[in-house]
């Protein structure tokens, strides 16, 4: 077992990818060279398999996931970075139109096997233009997976998954949990599914379904709550953002009867929004409660200003009133 902390599973995901798979191929803006992208996740790569691997584009995102589609169809793997997830909307023509619905277009006779990477959230007194989460624009795109780890563990067998699929994954890293989470990870070779929530913790009393940065205020906030106040919570770690594992979800819902839905996006329109529905229709008569959400305010974006941008986020203090609240129901 190794420690290593979330930046350096993705890293090491990575470079394991690149040894085992010829034509596995890294790009994106400050990705080559020294520097290895913004938050370094690609640092050192450059130098041990050469700048026709690991290389820089310009700043232009439609080229970068034009680029990579061209390259999935010619037989690579390609591992696209975009900077920022707010950074990925001038891409989304050519993600939607093109890369998602390459298979299906073709009969299966072309495939797109694209990850792009993209780290999301806020938390950073990132501003307007790096903090967004902009997974909603992509959910519901048959064709297209979306996915993000929370765990390091996670972070390093989830990309894995998704650098061999066959199929183009969005790949989102919240990059609060970068730097902050470490965890000892097996030495060797091992891979995570990218289509199956994971049960963290087992419960009795209600469930809450969380992902990113809010899953390790909700894994705090349980595990205090256990001891202060007996409440016996379920935890999901949701994962995969689509397709749902609808089976995982839609059984804990029936088991514990009450279900609380935490992400950091705003209130409106999200994932959490289609995980409500698909509990409500297959579980609604082993509910004791109605389904409760925690969600960031509908404002249009995450201020600059450290007090409104601290306003705006779902915090430890605010799961674990929702968990107590929703217990006592």
């Given at each position: 077992?190794?420690?290593?902390?979330?930046?350096?599973?993705?890293?090491?995901?990575?470079?394991?990818?690149?040894?085992?798979?010829?034509?596995?191929?890294?790009?994106?803006?400050?990705?080559?060279?020294?520097?290895?992208?913004?938050?370094?996740?690609?640092?050192?790569?450059?130098?041990?398999?050469?700048?026709?691997?690991?290389?820089?584009?310009?700043?232009?995102?439609?080229?970068?996931?034009?680029?990579?589609?061209?390259?999935?169809?010619?037989?690579?793997?390609?591992?696209?970075?975009?900077?920022?997830?707010?950074?990925?909307?001038?891409?989304?023509?050519?993600?939607?139109?093109?890369?998602?619905?390459?298979?299906?277009?073709?009969?299966?006779?072309?495939?797109?096997?694209?990850?792009?990477?993209?780290?999301?959230?806020?938390?950073?007194?990132?501003?307007?233009?790096?903090?967004?989460?902009?997974?909603?624009?992509?959910?519901?795109?048959?064709?297209?997976?979306?996915?993000?780890?929370?765990?390091?563990?996670?972070?390093?067998?989830?990309?894995?998954?998704?650098?061999?699929?066959?199929?183009?994954?969005?790949?989102?890293?919240?990059?609060?949990?970068?730097?902050?989470?470490?965890?000892?990870?097996?030495?060797?070779?091992?891979?995570?599914?990218?289509?199956?929530?994971?049960?963290?913790?087992?419960?009795?009393?209600?469930?809450?379904?969380?992902?990113?940065?809010?899953?390790?205020?909700?894994?705090?906030?349980?595990?205090?709550?256990?001891?202060?106040?007996?409440?016996?919570?379920?935890?999901?770690?949701?994962?995969?953002?689509y397709p749902l594992d609808k089976e995982t979800l839609i059984k804990s819902a029936s088991k514990t009867g009450k279900v609380l839905l935490v992400t950091e996006d705003n209130l409106e329109s999200n994932v959490m929004s289609e995980v409500a529905a698909t509990i409500a229709e297959s579980a609604l008569f082993d509910l004791d409660a109605p389904i409760t959400r925690l969600?960031?305010?509908?404002?249009?974006?995450?201020?600059?200003?450290?007090?409104?941008?601290?306003?705006?986020?779902?915090?430890?203090?605010?799961?674990?009133?929702?968990?107590?609240?929703?217990?006592?129901?």
């Open positions: 077992m190794k420690e290593l902390t979330y930046l350096e599973a993705i890293n090491q995901a990575i470079d394991e990818e690149m040894a085992r798979d010829k034509g596995v191929v890294v790009f994106g803006e400050d990705v080559g060279g020294d520097k290895g992208g913004v938050f370094g996740a690609t640092k050192g790569l450059a130098a041990k398999y050469g700048d026709r691997r690991v290389f820089n584009t310009p700043i232009a995102e439609a080229e970068i996931a034009g680029l990579a589609t061209g390259l999935g169809l010619m037989g690579h793997h390609a591992i696209a970075e975009f900077q920022f997830a707010d950074y990925i909307l001038p891409a989304v023509n050519q993600i939607l139109s093109e890369t998602t619905r390459m298979r299906y277009r073709t009969g299966g006779d072309w495939t797109a096997p694209v990850v792009f990477r993209t780290p999301y959230g806020a938390g950073v007194r990132g501003g307007l233009y790096h903090s967004q989460a902009t997974d909603k624009i992509f959910l519901g795109q048959p064709g297209l997976r979306v996915v993000t780890p929370s765990t390091v563990y996670d972070a390093k067998g989830m990309l894995k998954s998704a650098i061999r699929s066959e199929d183009p994954v969005l790949f989102y890293e919240h990059k609060r949990l970068y730097r902050m989470i470490k965890a000892e990870i097996p030495e060797e070779e091992y891979l995570v599914p990218i289509d199956k929530a994971h049960v963290i913790r087992e419960g009795e009393d209600l469930t809450v379904i969380s992902y990113g940065l809010t899953l390790q205020y909700v894994l705090k906030s349980v595990a205090d709550l256990a001891e202060t106040e007996g409440i016996d919570a379920e935890v999901i770690d949701l994962r995969s953002l969600a960031a305010p509908n404002t249009p974006t995450v201020a600059y200003a450290a007090n409104l941008e601290k306003e705006f986020l779902v915090s430890e203090e605010k799961v674990r009133q929702a968990i107590l609240d929703l217990a006592q129901f």
